[in-house]
């Protein structure tokens, strides 16, 4: 059974300064659902400290990143006065994070420590922001029930020991109190702090919200709502009022960034109901992502993931030959490669890697194609884009001439449609996808 409950998420634009935090803290002000709040680090506070744990940073770089975090802080903590019990902590942790950064090299752990220092620092000052509204606020550590493998950078979270944890550590808290948490960071059993991944907050939020088994997520955004496309890149992208679970979760596989791509699992899994706003104009409405309602077939929005590499194989020996797929995929798996899309024809098989910043997986490395090269003829293309039309029941024939118009312009390196009815992609080149991904948009949703 879900509770009343609502877990609010703000991202990092939405506490980026003392305004944006103070429009936020009014929004959770006029819902007394919300809980329990997620927040990411301020906006820019993260990508300084990712240079940090990078080694090609010196001493004299080091500090002016140091300076840096400290002076977004500063420029919050100007308009605030912290209370003793937060002052202390958010103290302790500046004295943590500018220790931490004197060292010049950094172990996989301690490059995760370095990460969390963002959202371990914005909670204080955003517990305060709501205490002055008037609210029984209070700062929690959210590493004391979000609980995951210790794969440093990208960790899973280990689903069971996060809802017993939240049960017995959250929940009891949350009758009279609202608790202001972190996204993005979380523990391993030996309480080594871990991340999940840039961008991870959300995520974070749809995790607490299962642990807790809240009715619904609301993710604060600074777009009024997911849209047909990035609503940067085409000033006619409108947002969608309604999405179901499996639309959602295909567009944030498939590159929307407005989603870490795992928000969805924990929800859909758990009926939890999604919400997407603006914390600039939360009156303006957003998107609800829900279990499916029958949702009209089409085509609804199209995305795009840069940095993929293209894996050709091609043996003659496939031909009416048997195990040469499960040859080929072993050996991605003994290197730890997960594969995106496959399409095969008779000798040969293409396949797709996503190769971006935070990908999973590790680059393609030359040991591996040096294996595939023992007994086949590997091609391996790089910058190239993932562009997805993402929709319900998409079927070719309803587009066909609009789509093979469209994309005859350009050149396409691979198609895969069918395994999934909610998406439809190919691979561009990179230079050209903004320019296909605009011309998609015009052509098949401006005019719907
Ligand atoms: P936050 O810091 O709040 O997590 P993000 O920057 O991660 O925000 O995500 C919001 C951004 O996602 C928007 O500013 C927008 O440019 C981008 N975006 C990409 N695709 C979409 C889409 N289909 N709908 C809405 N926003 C999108
Ligand atoms: N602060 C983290 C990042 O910038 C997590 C997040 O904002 O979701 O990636
Ligand atoms: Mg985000």
Redesign the pocket.
């Known amino acids: 059974m879900n509770s009343q409950y609502t877990v609010a998420k703000f991202?990092?634009?939405?506490v980026a300064d003392y305004p944006a935090m103070h429009r936020c803290a009014q929004i959770i002000n006029d819902d007394s659902q919300v809980r329990v709040v997620v927040v990411?680090a301020s906006a820019g506070v993260t990508n300084h400290l990712v240079t940090l744990t990078q080694q090609k940073a010196d001493e004299a770089q080091r500090q002016q990143l140091v300076q840096a975090v400290i002076d977004i802080q500063n420029a919050i903590l100007a308009q605030l006065s912290l209370d003793a019990d937060l002052a202390q902590g958010f103290e302790q942790t500046l004295v943590e994070f500018k220790s931490l950064a004197a060292l010049p090299a950094l172990s996989a752990q301690q490059c995760d420590e370095m990460l969390s220092f963002g959202e371990r620092l914005s909670s204080y000052l955003f517990t305060q922001v709501l205490r002055n509204l008037g609210l029984n606020a209070d700062r929690f550590d959210v590493r004391t029930v979000l609980k995951t493998d210790n794969r440093f950078g990208k960790a899973s979270p280990d689903i069971e020991a996060t809802a017993k944890a939240a049960q017995q550590r959250l929940v009891p808290l949350l009758d009279d109190k609202v608790l202001v948490t972190q996204g993005f960071i979380g523990s391993d059993v030996y309480g080594q702090t871990t991340t999940l991944g840039r961008?991870g907050?959300?995520y974070s939020a749809a995790l607490l919200a299962e642990a807790i088994h809240a009715k619904s997520v609301h993710i604060w955004?600074?777009?009024v709502g997911?849209?047909s496309?990035?609503?940067?890149l085409c000033v006619k992208a409108s947002p969608i009022a309604r999405l179901s679970f499996d639309e959602a979760a295909e567009?944030a596989t498939f590159g929307?960034?407005?989603l870490h791509p795992a928000t969805i699992l924990p929800a859909s899994r758990s009926g939890i109901a999604v919400f997407v706003g603006s914390s600039r104009d939360p009156q303006a409405g957003g998107t609800w992502i829900e279990r499916e309602k029958s949702t009209a077939p089409g085509i609804r929005?199209v995305?795009q993931r840069k940095n993929q590499i293209l894996l050709t194989l091609k043996s003659p020996e496939m031909l009416l030959a048997s195990g040469f797929l499960a040859r080929i995929f072993t050996i991605l798996s003994a290197h730890n490669i997960s594969v995106d899309l496959v399409t095969t024809s008779e000798i040969s098989v293409a396949i797709t890697l996503d190769n971006a910043q935070n990908a999973s997986r590790p680059e393609l490395e030359q040991a591996c194609l040096d294996e595939l090269s023992e007994f086949c003829h590997v091609t391996v293309e790089n910058n190239l884009t993932l562009v997805a039309l993402i929709g319900s029941e998409i079927q070719l024939k309803q587009h066909e001439m609009n789509l093979m118009k469209v994309l005859s312009e350009f050149n396409i390196r691979l198609i895969c449609h069918g395994a999934s009815k909610h998406n439809l992609c190919f691979l561009v080149e990179q230079s050209h996808s903004d320019h296909v991904v605009q011309s998609i948009h015009e052509k098949l949703l401006e005019s719907a």
């Not at 991202?11 to 939405?14: A, N, P």
């Not at 496309?229 to 940067?232: H, I, V």
């Open positions: 991202g990092g634009t939405s990411s961008g907050s959300d955004t600074d777009v997911i849209f496309t990035d609503p940067r567009m929307a960034k407005v929005a995305t």
